[in-house]
């Protein structure tokens, strides 16, 4: 089994300012990785993947990176709405896959 | 535009049963898997399974095999999902989720919003 590692837990950030989030998987996985974020009584979003791939709709601010074990979710300027709970995926060894314990952005 | 919508919330008692269904529109239901997600309370999301609406073929996390039926209404795009042996630990919201691609695809892009389901004598 993949065991998905976030950190940090808690985010505290400043409207404007930059966040970057961090995923660690126990195994390589190549780029087999996705973000998603989740604000409360919502379901998640899908935000990246393949590491850093955008689907339609997702602003530009949203950059994955990162290849192997140790991947990131950078949000480069934060907007109000930007605030929520942000999960990582891996997808690597079909059909399982797993979420880490997410992180959480707040406002400073 | 693709929609899922789901059943409501649901209470149930250890040692029963309970079945969420989870319905799909604006694209052709058969060409997408549906996966489904449990979340507890203020915990990372945990995958459940997925089924091929195509031809019903299932595959279920190790955990919830023997307790866990995925089925699908092709005539009514629904997709249902039946838990059996509740306990207190299975509180939870439980999410259908469309993949993002056609194919075998674990990425979710299409949610529905959630049944929570509660488990308490």
């Known amino acids: 089994e993949i065991v998905v590692t976030q950190s940090p837990a808690t985010l505290s950030v400043s409207p404007g300012e930059r966040a970057t989030l961090s995923c660690r998987t126990s195994?390589?996985?190549?780029?087999?990785v996705a973000w998603y974020q989740q604000k409360p009584g919502q379901a998640p979003r899908l935000l990246t993947y393949?590491?850093?791939t955008r689907p339609p709709g997702v602003p530009a601010r949203f950059r994955g990176g990162g290849s192997g074990t140790e991947f990131t979710l950078t949000i480069t300027s934060l907007q109000s709405e930007d605030f929520a709970v942000y999960y990582c995926q891996q997808y690597n060894n079909w059909p399982l896959h797993s979420f880490g314990q997410g992180t959480k952005v707040e406002i400073k | 535009q693709v929609q899922v919508v789901q059943s409501g919330a649901e209470v149930r008692k250890p040692g029963a049963s309970v079945k969420i269904s989870c319905k799909a529109s604006?694209?052709?239901?058969?060409?997408?898997?549906f996966h489904w997600v449990r979340q507890a309370h203020g915990q990372g999301p945990e995958w459940l399974g997925f089924i091929d609406p195509s031809g019903g073929s299932t595959v279920y996390a190790e955990k919830f095999q023997g307790r866990l039926t995925l089925t699908r209404d092709t005539s009514t795009s629904t997709v249902y999902m039946e838990l059996s042996y509740l306990s207190p630990d299975d509180t939870a919201n439980y999410f259908c989720a469309r993949a993002r691609s056609s194919g075998w695809d674990s990425l979710l892009a299409y949610w529905g919003q959630g049944s929570l389901v509660t488990v308490s004598s």
């Open positions: 195994q390589n996985i190549d780029r087999n």
């Open positions: 604006g694209y052709t239901f058969s060409n997408y898997l």
């Open positions: 393949a590491a850093a």
